[in-house]
């Protein structure tokens, strides 16, 4: 075989493989497409996010808890820091109103129950102070705005 013969052998080759590597690439982009279950999972639960989300700020969060960790379990991978910031401050809240068996929904910060310890009082409103923090709002922002930039559903949170 000439030399000639085996360039033209050798460039067939890489051009077949090539074009074999961009057959697989363009078939399996669709079936690897990051954001198509996320998306599909922020489109089926927005309703039930805004109907806990109604109750109110408190409650309201809380009500949204197990919505937000389906959608963090769907989250892409640029998404799950947000998620995990969101899930942390909500779950901070929950958690201090049930440890010191309070209704959040009733709870009046500036008339907090008289039977109140105060430990529980100082780790209900370190709960509210994290949830109301630059991190968690600028979590909840960028959960938000991907929800409408990329999955084309607006996500109130």
């Known amino acids: 075989m000439s030399q000639f013969t085996q360039r033209v052998v050798a460039l067939l080759a890489v051009v077949a493989l090539a074009a074999g590597a961009g057959a697989l690439l363009v078939s399996s982009s669709g079936d690897d497409d990051p954001f198509a279950a996320y998306c599909s999972e922020v489109e089926d639960r927005r309703g039930e996010l805004g109907v806990a989300l109604a109750a109110g700020p408190r409650i309201g969060l809380i009500r949204a808890l197990p919505t937000f960790e389906l959608l ?86």
């Open 72 to 157: 963090a379990d769907k989250a892409p991978e640029d998404l799950k820091d947000e998620w995990a910031t969101v899930l942390a401050s909500v779950t901070e809240v929950r958690d201090s109103f049930a440890d010191a068996d309070v209704d959040p929904a009733t709870y009046d910060p500036e008339k907090p129950p008289k039977d109140l310890a105060v430990a529980d009082r100082e780790a209900i409103e370190a709960a509210a102070v994290r949830l109301g923090s630059t991190e968690t709002k600028l979590a909840f922002a960028g959960v938000s705005q991907h929800a409408r930039d990329v999955c084309k559903t607006p996500l109130s949170l």
